[in-house]
């Protein structure tokens, strides 16, 4: 699949990857890239399923991986820094364990390669609720979402993906794809056997739950050279939270 991409940078500088998370776009980056791109070649996707890119029913980490080497074939790369956030973080751990030589060098923002039994049925259930066809404002929408949701961040974060088009308003995201793949995002498939031999962050948010001590053992048998970098005060999504520190380590681990 060809995804739908941004750039940012100068085209002679190394290049990163930046991987989006769940209901997220390559925009979620905005607040940090511009940092970054002083001294990187930035490409910001968005994964399938989301953002500007096609829709497809297939929603899992080895289609979301191959993806990705479609894209970097298509710009050339014969590899790059990958720095993904959440799901985006999964799906390039997968691209490291069976392509490693493609990957510089790893980053895996706020997650871990496990299953997680988080419950995403009543979000999904407020976004398919919401009456499109009568809906007059954005503001009704976040008032909708307000009912089940009461974190205006949170409902931010998932109304991006509303958009107004000539037609109406519509979901950029496939919920139904999201939906129906949701055992495959929360998991990870299993990846006995394989190890990725370069280096590789796990940073992650003190005040968040994806990243634990009893994870770590995993993290280290996939990622021998894995270091643990957390943020002080952050939850899951830390470059929002807390961006000058998320910055300061990426550039830190990129340099």
């Known amino acids: 699949m060809r995804l739908y991409h941004r750039e940012l940078g100068a085209a002679s500088q190394p290049v990163v990857i930046m991987i989006h998370g769940l209901f997220g776009a390559s ?4 607040g940090v890239a511009p940092k970054l791109a002083e001294h990187y070649r930035l490409i910001l996707p968005d994964l399938r399923n989301h953002g500007r890119s ?10 979301m991986a191959a993806d990705l080497l479609e894209l970097m074939d298509d ?11 959440s799901m985006g973080a999964k799906a390039a751990m997968w691209l490291a364990l069976h392509e490693p030589g493609r990957v510089d060098r790893l980053m895996s923002v706020d997650m871990a390669p496990v299953a997680y039994d988080h419950d995403f049925g009543p979000l999904l259930d407020a976004m398919r609720s919401l009456d499109l066809t009568h809906l007059q404002s954005r503001r009704q929408a976040d008032a909708h979402m307000a009912r089940t949701f009461p974190d205006p961040a949170l409902r931010q974060y998932l109304l991006q993906n509303l958009v107004k088009e000539a037609r109406g308003w519509r979901w950029r995201v496939n919920l139904q794809a999201i939906e129906t793949g949701l055992d495959a995002i929360l998991g990870f498939p299993d990846a006995e056997g394989r190890e990725y031999p370069g280096a590789a962050w796990f940073v992650y948010g003190t005040e968040s739950s994806y990243v634990t001590p009893d994870r770590v053992p995993l993290i280290r048998r996939l990622f021998p050279l894995a270091r643990l970098r957390p943020v002080s005060g952050a939850g899951h999504w830390l470059y929002n939270e807390r961006p000058d ?3 300061a380590i990426a550039k830190s681990f990129l340099s």
Not at 27 to 30: D, K, P, R
Not at 54 to 63: F, K, N, T
Not at 75 to 85: D, I, K, M, Q, T
């Open 54 to 63: 096609p829709h497809d029913a297939r929603m899992d980490y080895p289609a």
């Open 27 to 30: 925009t979620n980056w905005m």
């Open 75 to 85: 710009l050339a790369l014969e590899s790059a820094a990958l720095v993904g956030h």
């Open 245 to 247: 520190a998320f910055v």
